[in-house]
């Protein structure tokens, strides 16, 4: 038995190709009426001309028979061809020329084809691709290959019903990453648990600490991770909830505002101290939340009609505090205490409704314990190399999205860029 040719591959495409455009027309006709209507008008000029090419002759009446049979399989032959029509997207070959000329590409040479493209509001339109050899991994890898193929900004990949569907939201490129000022009124003061932390290409990119509780910001050092903190703890505030923030950098980023609205705190035993009371609470609010029978911090609220404050630890830079290089027995004893209360938050604070959102510009396992990384839910990076990429949310995509020069922009582990708002405490 012998490999087929690329050439026998690419027929065999071409032809999955037409049918899947066929079944998007049949689709189309049958969720759209205007396209239902067009596909009526193509199949009854298909009958019209079937009917005047095949129509009844001074013939025997055996070849008359022959004339009506051709004619009924000629019509049948042009209704998928009358589908394929109504199921054609504008620019799908072109769009595949593309992909070939930028080599996104499978083993046979071929590209994905478009079968489907949908406006999901006035600036993001959904790519739906048939394609085979392109893993989710593969979408990924080259998403910056792609958005140049389609000059367009990917927001997010899916993988469709199967493996040889992959579903695309993108939006034109335009001003989406332009400086964004916070103001007050974008709190979301009737939601405790959710924050908002920036502007993606699709609208904003929110929080909910009830899902992911702990937040790890990290980058490059001008990067914007100590605005991106402040606009977070800023929301905290107005939302009533109790903030703690250890600052060991001299006090410069966190001034009298801070003082007069967040408890801060300057020492590693007063750090011990506090974080020792956290345990404390988190333990009697384990007592309260097993009397009301209550799961989480929400479920308590709506049982008893008590509302328990949220209560946010932060620290803006954690390498300044876990660093045990160089440290004396002493010291290295305190750091081991203070990691040990941090790990316990780590692990049970979310249903407690006690969080830790912390900064970094190298989140390695020296600086940052495993026990505490690996539950810090949400995990944010600004510009950075591959490797402080890796470190932090796992691969190296924030080297290749964020540009060198960028302020303020970020993306998250699961790949969404977006631009921070720019909080600016001297307005406040």
């Given at each position: 038995?012998?490999?087929?040719?690329?050439?026998?591959?690419?027929?065999?495409?071409?032809?999955?190709?037409?049918?899947?455009?066929?079944?998007?027309?049949?689709?189309?006709?049958?969720?759209?009426?205007?396209?239902?209507?067009?596909?009526?008008?193509?199949?009854?000029?298909?009958?019209?001309?079937?009917?005047?090419?095949?129509?009844?002759?001074?013939?025997?009446?055996?070849?008359?028979?022959?004339?009506?049979?051709?004619?009924?399989?000629?019509?049948?032959?042009?209704?998928?061809?009358?589908?394929?029509?109504?199921?054609?997207?504008?620019?799908?070959?072109?769009?595949?020329?593309?992909?070939?000329?930028?080599?996104?590409?499978?083993?046979?040479?071929?590209?994905?084809?478009?079968?489907?493209?949908?406006?999901?509001?006035?600036?993001?339109?959904?790519?739906?691709?048939?394609?085979?050899?392109?893993?989710?991994?593969?979408?990924?890898?080259?998403?910056?290959?792609?958005?140049?193929?389609?000059?367009?900004?990917?927001?997010?990949?899916?993988?469709?019903?199967?493996?040889?569907?992959?579903?695309?939201?993108?939006?034109?490129?335009?001003?989406?990453?332009?400086?964004?000022?916070?103001?007050?009124?974008?709190?979301?003061?009737?939601?405790?648990?959710?924050?908002?932390?920036?502007?993606?290409?699709?609208?904003?990119?929110?929080?909910?600490?009830?899902?992911?509780?702990?937040?790890?910001?990290?980058?490059?050092?001008?990067?914007?991770?100590?605005?991106?903190?402040?606009?977070?703890?800023?929301?905290?505030?107005?939302?009533?909830?109790?903030?703690?923030?250890?600052?060991?950098?001299?006090?410069?980023?966190?001034?009298?505002?801070?003082?007069?609205?967040?408890?801060?705190?300057?020492?590693?035993?007063?750090?011990?101290?506090?974080?020792?009371?956290?345990?404390?609470?988190?333990?009697?609010?384990?007592?309260?939340?097993?009397?009301?029978?209550?799961?989480?911090?929400?479920?308590?609220?709506?049982?008893?009609?008590?509302?328990?404050?949220?209560?946010?630890?932060?620290?803006?830079?954690?390498?300044?505090?876990?660093?045990?290089?160089?440290?004396?027995?002493?010291?290295?004893?305190?750091?081991?205490?203070?990691?040990?209360?941090?790990?316990?938050?780590?692990?049970?604070?979310?249903?407690f409704g006690i969080h830790l959102v912390l900064a970094t510009q190298r989140p390695d396992a020296n600086i940052l314990p495993g026990q505490i990384k690996n539950n810090l839910?949400?995990?944010?990076?600004?510009?950075?190399?591959?490797?402080?990429?890796?470190?932090?949310?796992?691969?190296?995509?924030?080297?290749?999205?964020?540009?060198?020069?960028?302020?303020?922009?970020?993306?998250?582990?699961?790949?969404?860029?977006?631009?921070?708002?720019?909080?600016?405490?001297?307005?406040?």
């Amino acid at each position: 038995m012998t490999n087929p040719s690329n050439n026998d591959l690419n027929a065999r495409t071409n032809l999955r190709n037409f049918l899947c455009t066929v079944k998007n027309g049949f689709y189309n006709a049958a969720t759209n009426p205007r396209k239902r209507n067009l596909l009526i008008v193509l199949l009854l000029l298909d009958a019209l001309l079937c009917a005047v090419i095949y129509r009844p002759h001074n013939i025997p009446a055996v070849l008359n028979n022959i004339m009506v049979i051709f004619g009924i399989m000629t019509f049948i032959c042009f209704v998928p061809l009358c589908a394929a029509l109504i199921g054609y997207v504008p620019g799908a070959l072109e769009m595949q020329r593309n992909f070939s000329r930028v080599g996104f590409v499978n083993h046979a040479g071929e590209a994905p084809y478009l079968i489907r493209m949908e406006f999901l509001d006035h600036n993001v339109v959904a790519y739906t691709y048939s394609c085979t050899g392109f893993p989710l991994k593969k979408w990924i890898d080259a998403q910056l290959v792609i958005e140049t193929a389609l000059n367009m900004l990917i927001e997010s990949i899916h993988e469709g019903r199967d493996r040889r569907t992959i579903t695309l939201h993108c939006v034109q490129p335009g001003h989406v990453f332009d400086l964004l000022r916070w103001s007050d009124t974008y709190v979301l003061r009737h939601n405790d648990n959710l924050l908002i932390v920036g502007r993606g290409l699709t609208g904003d990119i929110i929080i909910d600490l009830n899902k992911t509780p702990h937040i790890l910001i990290g980058g490059n050092t001008g990067s914007g991770k100590t605005v991106l903190l402040r606009c977070i703890l800023w929301q905290c505030i107005q939302q009533s909830d109790i903030v703690y923030i250890a600052d060991f950098k001299g006090g410069v980023d966190f001034g009298k505002l801070w003082h007069r609205f967040s408890h801060i705190i300057t020492t590693e035993k007063d750090l011990l101290e506090l974080l020792n009371r956290l345990v404390d609470e988190l333990e009697e609010r384990k007592k309260l939340f097993v009397e009301a029978d209550a799961s989480n911090i929400t479920d308590y609220f709506q049982k008893t009609n008590h509302f328990l404050n949220r209560i946010i630890f932060s620290c803006d830079e954690v390498a300044e505090l876990l660093d045990k290089t160089g440290a004396d027995k002493e010291r290295k004893e305190l750091l081991s205490q203070i990691e040990a209360r941090l790990s316990t938050l780590a692990r049970q604070g979310r249903a407690f409704g006690i969080h830790l959102v912390l900064a970094t510009q190298r989140p390695d396992a020296n600086i940052l314990p495993g026990q505490i990384k690996n539950n810090l839910n949400v995990r944010i990076c600004g510009r950075a190399d591959a490797t402080l990429s890796t470190i932090i949310i796992g691969d190296g995509r924030a080297a290749e999205q964020i540009p060198s020069d960028a302020q303020g922009r970020f993306i998250t582990a699961d790949g969404t860029v977006f631009q921070a708002y720019y909080f600016d405490d001297s307005l406040v």
